[in-house]
């Protein structure tokens, strides 16, 4: 008897992770999957490794490759909405090869199978809001992702919104209201996009690094993070925070606040069913993770009644969140 599997593959820089999705609607691995990339050696190499991964986890998990009807592929951008990579490139994609690369029908070839793309903000998002509404839905959700960037995605009436260029959903370039936030009066942040304010400006490894704790140490040059390098320093503040380091809770106060002031905005926009929220800041003890959603609720401007009780959800298994979105993403080919 065949199964029709569909298999959800993302590609980072560095690491691919696989997993497998049944007709029951089931993940068959559990937890992250990974083989090398070797992305900086350029498509030919990294498609290799790709098909070769794929082989692997296929075995982990007791799958035929025969079965697998449909790939889903997930990648940072910028990448066109058909999974062309940007011509002027990408910082996960240094190879000069992958300039202008059509990602997603290269691997359709090499793997021999219908292949589906969307960028790994937006796969992540689609995981996130499945995993509440379930597949069959006409539910709206704005998902936030706290990485070294900010990802994320919107998903109106069931679908992803990829845009006309496949810059649906890049929320971290939006802009807020930041001079409305407690605590960082004076700092202008701005973000490697060329903004100044956007959502990923101040809510990011790279604004901790870049903004949040240069200014906040300039308030306290004793605190023992002035001693170390700032990239280094930047990533011991959650911890800190976690146990309770005034300063570094600051931080985090401040970023969740700011993530208050944009959720407000999309539940102007959109009036969705659900927020949710993912990556670094989340990925923590129970203690902290209620404390910083209910930050975010506190950084909100007033609700109308209507909306004042709009769930905010934390993304479950976020490592293997844009592994399973493009996997869900890959199940319209199968239809
Ligand atoms: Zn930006």
Same mark, same amino acid.
């Given at each position: 008897?065949?199964?029709?599997?569909?298999?959800?593959?993302?590609?980072?820089?560095?690491?691919?992770?696989?997993?497998?999705?049944?007709?029951?609607?089931?993940?068959?691995?559990?937890?992250?999957?990974?083989?090398?990339?070797?992305?900086?050696? =350029?498509?030919?190499?990294?498609?290799?490794?790709?098909?070769?991964?794929? #082989?692997?986890?296929?075995?982990? /998990?007791?799958?035929?490759?025969?079965?697998?009807?449909?790939?889903?592929?997930?990648?940072?951008?910028?990448?066109?909405?058909?999974?062309?990579? +940007?011509?002027?490139?990408?910082?996960? &994609?240094?190879?000069?090869?992958?300039?202008?690369?059509?990602?997603?029908?290269?691997?359709?070839?090499?793997?021999?199978?219908?292949?589906?793309?969307?960028?790994?903000?937006?796969?992540? /998002?689609?995981?996130?809001?499945?995993?509440?509404?379930?597949?069959?839905?006409?539910?709206?959700?704005?998902? #936030?992702?706290?990485?070294?960037?900010?990802?994320?995605?919107?998903?109106?009436?069931?679908?992803?919104?990829? =845009?006309?260029?496949? &810059?649906? =959903?890049?929320?971290?370039?939006?802009?807020?209201? &930041?001079?409305?936030?407690?605590?960082?009066?004076?700092?202008?942040?701005?973000?490697?996009? %060329?903004?100044?304010?956007?959502?990923? +400006?101040?809510?990011?490894?790279? /604004?901790?690094?870049?903004?949040?704790?240069?200014?906040?140490?300039?308030?306290?040059?004793?605190?023992?993070? /002035?001693?170390?390098?700032?990239?280094?320093?930047?990533?011991?503040?959650?911890?800190?925070?976690?146990?309770?380091?005034?300063?570094?809770?600051?931080?985090?106060?401040?970023?969740?606040?700011?993530? =208050?002031?944009?959720?407000?905005?999309?539940?102007?926009? &959109?009036?969705?069913? #659900?927020?949710?929220?993912?990556?670094?800041?989340?990925?923590?003890?129970?203690?902290?993770?209620?404390?910083?959603?209910?930050?975010?609720?506190?950084?909100?401007?007033?609700?109308?009644?209507?909306?004042? %009780?709009?769930?905010?959800?934390?993304?479950?298994?976020?490592?293997? #969140?844009?592994?399973?979105?493009?996997?869900?993403?890959?199940?319209?080919?199968?239809?």
């Amino acid at each position: 008897m065949t199964a029709r599997i569909v298999a959800g593959i993302d590609l980072g820089g560095t690491a691919v992770n696989y997993t497998f999705l049944d007709e029951r609607g089931q993940f068959l691995i559990d937890g992250l999957c990974e083989h090398p990339a070797r992305s900086t050696e =350029g498509p030919d190499v990294c498609l290799g490794q790709i098909a070769d991964g794929m #082989a692997m986890a296929a075995e982990r /998990a007791g799958v035929r490759l025969a079965d697998v009807v449909a790939v889903g592929l997930d990648t940072p951008g910028p990448a066109s909405a058909t999974g062309v990579l +940007s011509r002027r490139g990408s910082t996960n &994609f240094v190879h000069p090869q992958w300039a202008g690369y059509d990602m997603r029908t290269g691997l359709e070839r090499k793997l021999g199978r219908p292949v589906t793309y969307l960028n790994d903000g937006n796969a992540a /998002a689609l995981w996130g809001h499945v995993s509440i509404f379930g597949s069959e839905n006409r539910a709206t959700s704005i998902s #936030a992702i706290i990485g070294t960037g900010l990802g994320g995605g919107v998903i109106t009436d069931g679908k992803v919104v990829v =845009g006309r260029n496949g &810059f649906g =959903g890049e929320l971290g370039h939006v802009l807020i209201p &930041f001079t409305s936030i407690r605590g960082i009066e004076g700092l202008v942040p701005s973000c490697n996009c %060329g903004r100044t304010g956007d959502l990923e +400006s101040l809510c990011s490894l790279t /604004a901790i690094r870049q903004s949040l704790l240069p200014h906040f140490l300039r308030k306290q040059p004793d605190h023992p993070l /002035a001693k170390q390098e700032i990239a280094a320093a930047a990533k011991l503040v959650r911890g800190l925070a976690e146990q309770g380091d005034p300063l570094c809770r600051e931080i985090f106060r401040v970023q969740a606040h700011a993530l =208050g002031l944009f959720f407000d905005e999309m539940i102007n926009v &959109f009036d969705p069913d #659900a927020l949710i929220v993912g990556g670094g800041a989340v990925e923590t003890g129970p203690e902290f993770r209620r404390w910083f959603l209910d930050e975010i609720r506190i950084g909100m401007p007033t609700q109308r009644d209507e909306q004042a %009780g709009i769930p905010l959800h934390v993304m479950p298994n976020g490592d293997t #969140a844009g592994a399973r979105g493009a996997a869900l993403d890959a199940v319209r080919v199968v239809r």
